[in-house]
T-cell receptor, first 115, second 111 residues
C-alpha cells in the first residue's frame, strides 16, 4: 500500500508568481483535501476534492484553486503569490469524503517560501 | 463555528514520566476526533481516531479519551521517551466535513 506523496518538497517563489503543488493519494482513496499550515499554527482547511469535483472549501480566496484527476491525484494552484502564502502545504487523502469514519492520512507536505 | 484549543501550548518533561495533553472543542456535534503527531517541518502522522460513539482508544503507550458533552479530549502518554518529542495536534470534523485543528502542544521529553 502506497502512502500519500507530495511534490516538490520545497519551493521558493517571488511575490506575484504562480505555483502548482502536487499530491498522490493513498492507494484506494478517492478523496483529497488540502491544508495550509503557517509556522506555529495548526493546519487550515483549503478545499477538498471528491471524484474530480470540489466538495467543500475553507476561507481561502479564489486565487487558490485545485484539480483532481481520474487517478485521484490532485493539484493545488496558487496565483498572484503573496508573502503570507509562505507555509507548509499538506495534502490528505481519505476513503470517503465527509461523514463518519473519514480518517485522513497526510503526506509529508510542501514547504513554500514566497520572497 | 467550531473552535479547537489545546493546553498546554508547550510541555517539557523528563524521560519516563506519564503525561496528559488536553484538547477542547466548542461544538459537541462531532462525528469523530483524531490525534496527530507532527515532527518539525514534516507532515502529520495519525495516532488515534475516536468515533463519537466511543469513550476512548488505545494504541501502545497512547490512550485517548473523548467526552463529547463537555467538549474535551485527552491524550495520555505513558512512560514518555525522547522519541516522543514532537507537536501533538487534535482535530475534529465539524458536521462531518474536513478537520478543524487545534494549534498543537509542543512536547519535549528530556533524556
Amino acid at each position: 500500500e502506497t502512502g500519500v506523496t507530495q511534490s516538490p518538497t520545497h519551493l521558493i517563489k517571488t511575490r506575484g508568481q504562480q505555483v502548482t503543488l502536487r499530491c498522490s493519494s493513498q492507494s484506494g482513496h478517492n478523496t483529497v483535501s488540502w491544508y495550509q499550515q503557517a509556522l506555529g499554527q495548526g493546519p487550515q482547511f483549503i478545499f477538498q476534492y471528491y471524484r474530480e469535483e470540489e466538495n467543500g472549501r475553507g476561507n481561502f480566496p479564489p486565487r487558490f484553486s485545485g484539480l483532481q484527476f481520474p487517478n485521484y491525484s490532485s493539484e493545488l494552484n496558487v496565483n498572484a503569490l503573496e508573502l503570507d502564502d509562505s507555509a507548509l502545504y499538506l495534502c490528505a487523502s481519505s476513503l470517503v469524503p465527509g461523514l463518519g469514519t473519514n480518517e485522513q492520512f497526510f503526506g509529508p507536505g510542501t514547504r513554500l517560501t514566497v520572497l | 463555528k467550531q473552535e479547537v484549543t489545546q493546553i498546554p501550548a508547550a510541555l517539557s518533561v523528563p524521560e519516563g514520566e506519564n503525561l496528559v495533553l488536553n484538547c477542547s472543542f466548542t461544538d459537541s456535534a462531532i462525528y469523530n476526533l483524531q490525534w496527530f503527531r507532527q515532527d518539525p517541518g514534516k507532515g502529520l502522522t495519525s495516532l488515534l481516531l475516536i468515533q463519537s460513539s466511543q469513550r476512548e482508544q488505545t494504541s501502545g503507550r497512547l490512550n485517548a479519551s473523548l467526552d463529547k458533552s463537555s467538549g474535551r479530549s485527552t491524550l495520555y502518554i505513558a512512560a514518555s521517551q525522547p522519541g516522543d518529542s514532537a507537536t501533538y495536534l487534535c482535530a475534529v470534523p465539524p458536521g462531518g466535513q474536513n478537520f478543524v485543528f487545534g494549534p498543537g502542544t509542543r512536547l519535549s521529553v528530556l533524556p
